[in-house]
């Protein structure tokens, strides 16, 4: 089986290699004019219009030069192994990684790398937040993607080949781009984390024959679910250094009115429309300046866990710093901004969790004076980009109503908290109810405040967005969906896993599933760590490996396609969040522990699976490094389906991965034992 998987694999270095070819080519072509990219949503200062958020479909004859564009590096493309088959996109992104010196935040005005939209760059003091991308499924989009963001001196000590380069943060100014959430093939040109582009400001002799621009190719299955994905950079070493300061957006999934998935059921028979919709990107900025002056932007976060370099106290200082609530958290690059309904309107707010680490349970409360008006009400429609399978295929009521109030651990609370819980990349698309007049803050509930599957932690309490609801009454005559409407057969979601019901209240693990069990430990190990908190050794570890971080090493976990999988999923030290690339699983089960006893309880089962690409699951208590107690396991299933290739799973907790806690992951053609070709 090695030696098959060996002959048929086209091996990440021979890939560069062939790719170092493009980036001469590419780098005096790029700066050709490419108009394809929808405008760059309009956000104001005060207010988010729905009109303001999602961008147009862009015009026929921007895609034909966009295309003109891309054909000028397909004869290159199609020369490289694997790649035959690349065809023109119907629509292409250009995506610039640079550092800009005019981002506003507040009061504060910082320099930053950030994605810019290179064919509408932003005005300056713009927000940071990057373009949001709208593909089409059945279509490829292409996204050309160039990286100039700027290095300081010191940290390109920290080289690429450095020693130990898997578990420790490195090579900050090399970056890739990761569709957080999609279906497609993680082979090259596609959703292949494991490339690295540099940056035209790079020197480091190990990277110099990289390339500096890329042109990604992402073809959108047909059947793909419709919903709120988004984008950011996944080199592996430098991701907390690149999404912390803004390096990341939202990406929508859109299928075509008439298709029968929820977006045009929510317009056909609720009349709630991509004109209700709002996308709000939410980011943590507490990032500490490389140098005094300001001029180059490569951050450290707080709390990095750097090996040898210099300590981040002499010529840094620190932009916002967190403050009781937790880290202040920017809405579209903006601090609380508001949002205007009327009495009855519903509008779809699709969150997207872009922190590096922050977990949020968003819930309403009221902030004028006097008696409380009734706050909006909050339905859960979907998360992480897929939309809820119902509890009950006729349900009348209005679905997923979230109950702020349960409290008892059963299965509503658990279900519950899975949807209004969001951690660090997961998405939650809400319908927001209003209910009376008056100004409503959505903030960061604490614990006791909501079901949150946060269970000893310490979730961030920030205010969000500002809701305020005039006293009309809306005229858009909007209702809410019903459950029975997310039974409809027409909503597309992942390939059910085999032996595992679609939906359904009395859902239980089949005893014999053809499947292989994956059970994953995720641990931080507390002796790993010196006196001033860095990392001797490696310290994130899952099943007690980390990354490998060499790029031609084999991927340290094999599925197969057409296998199911399920996960067990738990921590024996801190709090983790688990994400894998290419397939979604459905989670339906929590398993708590009972630490008197030292034995897992009987699972709760979640009223109906519930698809993810990322969970998040508590450290037991007590969590010393002699006296490990496993929290709470969550259980989930998928279906490796479509694609072959190699990808990753990891921690969520950006610090984490960077630091190490991240596993490579090849899914295998069962009869050959290597890749398909793309
Ligand atoms: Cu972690």
Not at 649 to 666: I, K, R, W, Y
Request: contains cysteine; hydrophobic residues 40%; charged residues 15%.
């Amino acid at each position: 089986m090695t030696q098959a998987f060996r002959e048929n694999t086209l091996t990440r270095r021979e890939a560069l290699k062939g790719m170092g070819a493009i980036a001469g080519a590419a780098a005096a072509v790029s700066v050709l004019p490419v108009a394809a990219r929808a405008a760059i949503p309009a956000i104001s200062s005060t207010k988010l219009a729905a009109s303001d958020v999602l961008a147009s479909p862009p015009a026929a004859s921007a895609v034909a030069a966009s295309n003109q564009l891309a054909a000028s590096y397909l004869s290159q493309l199609q020369g490289l192994p694997g790649l035959s088959s690349a065809t023109l996109p119907d629509t292409l992104y250009a995506l610039n990684c640079t550092t800009r010196p005019d981002i506003t935040l507040g009061s504060v005005t910082l320099t930053a790398t950030s994605y810019v939209d290179a064919a509408n760059p932003p005005a300056a003091g713009a927000v940071q937040v990057g373009p949001t991308m709208v593909f089409e499924r059945g279509q490829t989009t292409g996204v050309w993607f160039n990286n100039s963001m700027s290095v300081c001196g010191p940290i390109n000590n920290v080289s690429m080949m450095a020693p130990d380069s898997g578990w420790r943060p490195h090579g900050f100014t090399m970056t890739n781009l990761h569709t957080h959430g999609l279906h497609v093939t993680p082979q090259p040109p596609s959703d292949d984390v494991l490339l690295m582009i540099r940056s035209t400001t790079d020197s480091d002799p190990h990277v110099i024959d990289q390339p500096t621009s890329f042109p990604y190719f992402y073809t959108v299955p047909a059947d793909h679910p419709v919903g709120t994905f988004w984008y950011h950079p996944h080199k592996h070493g430098a991701v907390a250094s690149q999404v912390g300061p803004g390096m990341s957006g939202a990406l929508i999934v859109r299928g075509k009115a008439g298709d029968g998935d929820i977006d045009d059921l929510l317009a056909s028979q609720c009349n709630i429309t991509a004109a209700d919709e709002i996308v709000a990107v939410m980011q943590t900025i507490d990032y500490y300046y490389t140098n005094p002056a300001k001029t180059q932007a490569v951050f450290y976060p707080a709390g990095y866990y750097i090996g040898g370099e210099p300590a981040p106290s002499t010529c840094l200082d620190q932009m916002l710093a967190a403050n009781t609530n937790g880290t202040p958290t920017s809405i579209n690059g903006q601090l609380n901004p508001t949002v205007s309904m009327d009495i009855g309107q519903i509008v779809r707010l699709r969150l997207v969790n872009a922190s590096n680490g922050q977990t949020y349970i968003p819930k309403f409360k009221y902030t004028g004076t006097g008696t409380a008006p009734v706050v909006p009400d909050v339905y859960a429609i979907a998360v992480d980009g897929i939309a809820l399978l119902p509890r009950n295929p006729a349900g009348t009521a209005p679905y997923y109503k979230i109950d702020y109030s349960l409290s008892a651990k059963d299965s509503a609370y658990y279900t519950t908290a899975e949807l209004i819980t969001l951690a660090p990349g997961q998405r939650v698309d809400l319908l927001i109810k209003a209910n009376a007049a008056g100004t409503f803050e959505l903030y960061g509930a604490g614990l006791g405040e909501a079901p949150t599957v946060v269970e000893n932690n310490t979730p961030n309490t920030s205010s969000l967005m500002t809701f305020v609801v005039s006293s009309t009454k809306s005229t858009k005559n909007q209702s809410l969906p019903t459950e029975a409407l997310f039974a409809t057969g027409t909503i597309q979601r992942p390939e059910v896993p085999d032996s595992l019901p679609a939906s359904g209240s009395t859902i239980t693990v089949p005893s014999s599933m053809p499947v292989a069990t994956q059970t994953l430990e995720f641990k931080t190990v507390d002796s790993a760590f010196n006196a001033s908190g860095v990392p001797t050794a490696p310290a994130f570890l899952i099943n007690d490996q980390h990354f490998d971080g060499d790029p031609a090493a084999s991927p340290q976990l094999q599925l197969y396609k057409g296998d199911s999988d399920v996960w067990n999923l738990y921590s024996s030290n801190d709090a983790h969040i688990f994400h894998i690339h290419i397939n979604s699983f459905a989670a339906f089960a929590r398993v708590p522990y009972d630490t008197t006893n030292r034995g897992y309880e009987a699972p709760v089962y979640y009223q109906m699976p519930i698809w993810r690409d990322t969970i998040y699951f508590d450290a037991g208590t007590p969590d010393t490094e002699s006296n490990f107690v496993p929290g709470t396991m969550v259980v989930a299933a998928s279906k490796q389906v479509d694609f072959t290739g190699e990808f990753v799973l990891h921690c969520h907790n950006l610090f984490h991965e960077d630091n190490g806690m991240m596993l490579s992951v090849a899914i295998l053609d069962p009869e050959t034992g290597g890749y398909d070709k793309t």
